[in-house]
């Protein structure tokens, strides 16, 4: 009746931002994603009999009542669940907890649950939470129902090793969450315009990542990430996550390309900034990153596997 699981975090090449169906959590479009190897979500779920309430948060105890549902049972559950990293700040937190609540929840409860309905699972607690189940390189297609909206792996972990520094800038969580933002996305102008180029870019991307062409894989990662970040800009009411220091990270990192130091970043809900790069700039770009004003912290990461049972 208990079990732990870990989660990775995962890092989107091509951004999800506003939904199709929102309580479903269909996604507008299609996305790719990378999991990362040490940041995640530790999570232990334990069903007690006789316990008059779930002890977890109210998120949570909506993602345990489908699993009740799926299992049909009606026993609450201790959940403890543990970040590796800041919270609520563009690390992507809700993916690797609502991924690692699902696996450890429906483990202890004795479901068995292929990957794919693990991923779709995870799906309905935070959307991008179905891109941390499988391994690697990840793929969400964006679907048409419940049952054909879920994430899959394109290429192993050990297709390319592209590094991943997670530039954590502040430990100041965000005011408007994912969720909440995602719903204000069909409010710009330029919203239709994205989902109308993202199967293109899917594709273009795909190639380059098969071709392991660094370039033109970065190249894509920013464009799409700008493009995300200009549909938050231009929403109504007007969302910016960055802080004066994420800008100067984007400056920098441009810059350094000029001179020949070859990165690219992204940016999700909030001030912190992954930045991409091949083995031969890592620690170069790692000791640059570190003296830029506001960082804190850089973490080395790799492409890593999905979730997993830890007991
Ligand atoms: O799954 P949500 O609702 O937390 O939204 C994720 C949004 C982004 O991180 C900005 C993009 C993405 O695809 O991960």
Same mark, same amino acid.
Request: charged share 25%; hydrophobic share 40%.
């Given at each position: 009746?208990?079990?732990?699981?870990?989660?990775?975090?995962?890092?989107?090449? $091509?951004?999800?931002?506003?939904?199709? @169906?929102?309580?479903?959590? &269909?996604?507008?479009?299609?996305?790719?994603?990378?999991?990362?190897?040490?940041?995640?979500? *530790?999570?232990?779920?334990?069903? *007690?009999?006789?316990?008059? #309430? @779930?002890?977890?948060?109210?998120?949570?105890?909506?993602?345990?009542?489908?699993?009740?549902?799926?299992? #049909? $049972?009606?026993?609450?559950?201790?959940?403890? +669940?543990?970040?590796?990293?800041?919270?609520?700040?563009?690390?992507? %937190?809700?993916?690797?907890? =609502?991924?690692?609540?699902?696996?450890?929840? +429906?483990?202890?409860?004795?479901?068995? =649950?292929?990957?794919? @309905?693990?991923?779709?699972?995870?799906?309905?607690?935070?959307?991008?939470?179905?891109?941390?189940?499988?391994?690697?390189?990840?793929?969400?297609?964006?679907?048409?129902? @419940?049952?054909?909206?879920?994430?899959?792996?394109?290429?192993?972990?050990?297709?390319?090793?592209?590094?991943? &520094?997670?530039? $954590?800038?502040?430990?100041?969580?965000?005011?408007?969450?994912?969720?909440?933002? #995602?719903?204000?996305?069909?409010?710009?102008?330029?919203?239709?315009?994205?989902?109308?180029?993202?199967? !293109?870019?899917?594709?273009?991307?795909?190639?380059?990542?098969?071709? !392991?062409?660094?370039?033109? +894989?970065?190249?894509?990662?920013?464009?799409?990430?700008?493009?995300?970040?200009?549909?938050? &800009?231009? %929403?109504?009411?007007? &969302?910016?996550?960055?802080?004066?220091? +994420?800008?100067?990270?984007? #400056?920098?990192?441009?810059?350094?390309?000029?001179?020949?130091?070859? %990165?690219?970043?992204? $940016?999700?809900?909030?001030?912190? *900034?992954?930045?991409?790069?091949?083995? !031969?700039?890592?620690?170069?770009?790692?000791?640059? =990153?570190?003296?830029?004003?506001?960082?804190?912290?850089?973490?080395?990461?790799?492409?890593?596997?999905?979730?997993?049972?830890?007991?």
């Amino acid at each position: 009746m208990k079990a732990t699981a870990f989660a990775p975090v995962n890092v989107a090449l $091509i951004k999800y931002w506003g939904k199709g @169906d929102e309580k479903l959590r &269909l996604p507008a479009n299609s996305s790719l994603s990378v999991n990362l190897t040490k940041m995640g979500t *530790v999570t232990t779920v334990e069903w *007690v009999k006789g316990l008059k #309430q @779930d002890g977890a948060d109210e998120r949570m105890i909506r993602h345990l009542d489908r699993i009740r549902g799926l299992a #049909q $049972i009606n026993l609450r559950a201790k959940v403890v +669940t543990e970040n590796n990293f800041p919270a609520g700040a563009g690390l992507s %937190s809700s993916a690797s907890g =609502l991924a690692a609540l699902t696996l450890a929840a +429906t483990a202890a409860i004795g479901l068995k =649950l292929s990957k794919k @309905d693990l991923s779709r699972l995870a799906r309905l607690g935070s959307g991008s939470a179905c891109r941390s189940i499988p391994n690697g390189w990840v793929e969400w297609q964006k679907g048409s129902d @419940d049952k054909n909206s879920y994430a899959q792996t394109i290429f192993p972990v050990k297709h390319w090793d592209l590094r991943i &520094l997670a530039v $954590i800038l502040s430990q100041q969580e965000k005011k408007v969450s994912s969720t909440d933002g #995602q719903a204000l996305a069909k409010t710009s102008p330029f919203f239709k315009e994205r989902i109308k180029g993202i199967d !293109k870019k899917i594709i273009n991307i795909k190639q380059a990542i098969k071709e !392991k062409n660094f370039k033109k +894989t970065g190249e894509i990662i920013e464009e799409d990430c700008l493009n995300m970040h200009a549909v938050m &800009l231009t %929403s109504q009411p007007s &969302l910016m996550y960055w802080l004066p220091e +994420t800008v100067g990270v984007i #400056q920098a990192i441009r810059e350094w390309r000029e001179q020949g130091l070859e %990165s690219y970043f992204t $940016i999700n809900t909030g001030q912190n *900034v992954f930045v991409f790069c091949e083995p !031969k700039n890592e620690d170069k770009l790692v000791d640059e =990153l570190s003296h830029l004003r506001g960082v804190i912290e850089v973490r080395r990461e790799k492409v890593g596997l999905g979730a997993r049972l830890l007991a």
